[in-house]
C-alpha cells in the first residue's frame, strides 16, 4: 500500500512540473463540470453542438480535422456513447501516432471503460512521445507535439457546451486564446531552435547557409504572442529573434538589417524592467551585442561586465567574458580608452573570470579572441609590458599556448587560477 501510494506522489510530482498536459478531459471547460441543467436538457445541447460538429469536419482542412474529432470524441463520452468516443480517438491515433491528445483521451476512455491494460498502453505511449519515458522511442520533436496538442485544447473551447452566461463564455474563450498563444510560443521556440542548428553547422562548415524564413516564422509567431499576452518571456524570445535578423549569419559584427537590431533592443529593454530580467546574464549578452553591432562599443562593455557579474559561480558560458575584452580592445583601438585603461580593466575582469569559469572553457575563450584579434592583442601585451605588468603578458600567452590542452580538457573542471 506504501509502494502504492509512493508512485501516486512520483506521479503527481511529475504532472505538477509538466507546463502542459495532454487531454480534453481535464480543461476547465463547463463540459467537463458537474451540469447545471438537466440530463434531458443538457443531452439536447451535446447533440446539436456534434451536429454542428459534424458539418464543421466535412469543411475543415486536413491539419484541423483531428481537433474536430476530439470534441466529437469528448461530446459522445459525456453522452455515454463510449464505444463511440474510443472509435473517434483511435481514428485520430491511427492517422496521426504522435497525436498526444489522442492518447490522452483514449487512456481516459479506457479508464471508464474497466481496460486497464490497455488504458496502461496508452499512457506508456504518451509518455514516450512526450519525451517522459526513461528511454525515449518516439522520432520527432516533442514540442511540435506539444504545439499541436495546445492547439487542439485550445480551438475545444470555442464549442464548449453548458456556459450559463456570457461572462462564463468570455472566460471559456479566454482560456481558448491563452492556449493557442501557449502552442504559438512552443512553435516558435521550433523555429528559433532549428535556425540556431543550422547556423552552428554553417559556421563549422558543415552545412549552407541557415533558412531564414524560420526567423520570419518565429516572428510572426511571436509578435502575436506580444500582442495577446505581453511578457517578459515573450519580450526575450522576440529580441533574440530580431538580432539574428539584424545580423549576417556568419558574420555577427556585420549588421544587415539596422531597424531590426533597433526593435531587438527595444523588446529587451521591455524585458529588463521585469525583476527577473534584471537577473539574466543572457539578456545582458544579447544587448550588449546588439549595441556592439551599432557601434556603441562603451555600452556594450557594460552590458558585458553586467552579463559575467551575473554568471553562477562555475559556469561554463563564457561568452560574456570573451565579448567584454572584445568591446575593451574595440574601444582601445578606437583610442576611447588609454594603454593603462585598458591594462587595469582587462587585470581586473580576467582575475574575476578566472575566479568564475572553469579554466578550461575561460581557457578556450581567451583562444577564441586572441586568434580574432591578433593585432590588437599584440599591440595590448606591449602596452601592458611599458606597464610594467609582465606577469599578465606572461599568463596571456600562456594561455594562447595551450590550446591543445584546453581543447581535450574536460569542460566541468574547476579551477581559481591558471
Known amino acids: 500500500m506504501a509502494e502504492l501510494e509512493a508512485v501516486a506522489d512520483d506521479l503527481d510530482a511529475l504532472i505538477d512540473d509538466l507546463d502542459y498536459l495532454p487531454g480534453h478531459f481535464h480543461l476547465e471547460m463547463q463540459l467537463n463540470f458537474e451540469p447545471r441543467s438537466p440530463a434531458p436538457q443538457r443531452a439536447r445541447d451535446l447533440k446539436l453542438q456534434r451536429e454542428g460538429l459534424r458539418q464543421e469536419l466535412q ?6 480535422r483531428p481537433a474536430v474529432r476530439h470534441l466529437l470524441g469528448a461530446f459522445a463520452f459525456y453522452l455515454e456513447e463510449l464505444d463511440e468516443a474510443r472509435e473517434c480517438f483511435l481514428e485520430v491515433a491511427h492517422e496521426h501516432p504522435g497525436n498526444l491528445n489522442a492518447w490522452a483521451n483514449l487512456a481516459h476512455v479506457y479508464g471508464r471503460l474497466g481496460q486497464e491494460e490497455e488504458e496502461e498502453a496508452c499512457a506508456a505511449r504518451l509518455a514516450d512521445l512526450m ?17 499541436r496538442c495546445l492547439a487542439e485544447q485550445g480551438y475545444a473551447h470555442g464549442f464548449d457546451v453548458g456556459c450559463a452566461s456570457p461572462e462564463e463564455r468570455a472566460r471559456g474563450l479566454a482560456a481558448g486564446i491563452a492556449l493557442y498563444d501557449k502552442a504559438l510560443g512552443y512553435g516558435q521556440q521550433i523555429h528559433i531552435r532549428a535556425y540556431l542548428h ?32 505581453p511578457g517578459f518571456k515573450a519580450y526575450l524570445d522576440i529580441g533574440q529573434v530580431y538580432y539574428y535578423m539584424g545580423v549576417d549569419a556568419v558574420q555577427e559584427l556585420l549588421a544587415v538589417d539596422e531597424a531590426a537590431l533597433n526593435q531587438a533592443l527595444v523588446f529587451l529593454a521591455k524585458a529588463g524592467e521585469s525583476e527577473l530580467g534584471a537577473t539574466l546574464p543572457e539578456l545582458q549578452l544579447l544587448r550588449g551585442k546588439c549595441l556592439r553591432i551599432k557601434g556603441e562599443d562603451a555600452n556594450a562593455a557594460a552590458c558585458f561586465k553586467r552579463a559575467v557579474e551575473l554568471d553562477d559561480a562555475g559556469s561554463s558560458h563564457t561568452d560574456g567574458f570573451g565579448c567584454l575584452l572584445e568591446a575593451l580592445l574595440a574601444q582601445w583601438s578606437q583610442a576611447q580608452l588609454s594603454d593603462g585603461e585598458l591594462g587595469r580593466e582587462v587585470d581586473a575582469w580576467l582575475r574575476r573570470a578566472q575566479d568564475k569559469y572553469p579554466a578550461a572553457r575561460l581557457r578556450q575563450e581567451l583562444q577564441r579572441v586572441w586568434r580574432g584579434h591578433t593585432d590588437e592583442v599584440l599591440g595590448l601585451a606591449r602596452a601592458l609590458v611599458a606597464q610594467g605588468r609582465p606577469a599578465l603578458v606572461r599568463l596571456l600567452f600562456e594561455t594562447m599556448e595551450r590550446e591543445g590542452e584546453g581543447a581535450s580538457a574536460p569542460r566541468d573542471r574547476r579551477a581559481v587560477s591558471f
Open 59 to 64: 469543411l475543415a482542412a486536413a491539419p484541423q
Open 131 to 147: 519525451g517522459l519515458a526513461e528511454e525515449p522511442e518516439a522520432a520527432g520533436d516533442p514540442q511540435l507535439r506539444a504545439a
Open 198 to 229: 543550422d547556423l552552428k553547422r554553417a559556421k563549422m562548415g558543415l552545412g549552407g547557409m541557415p533558412d531564414r524564413n524560420h526567423l520570419a516564422c518565429a516572428k510572426a509567431d511571436l509578435e502575436e504572442v506580444v500582442r495577446v499576452c
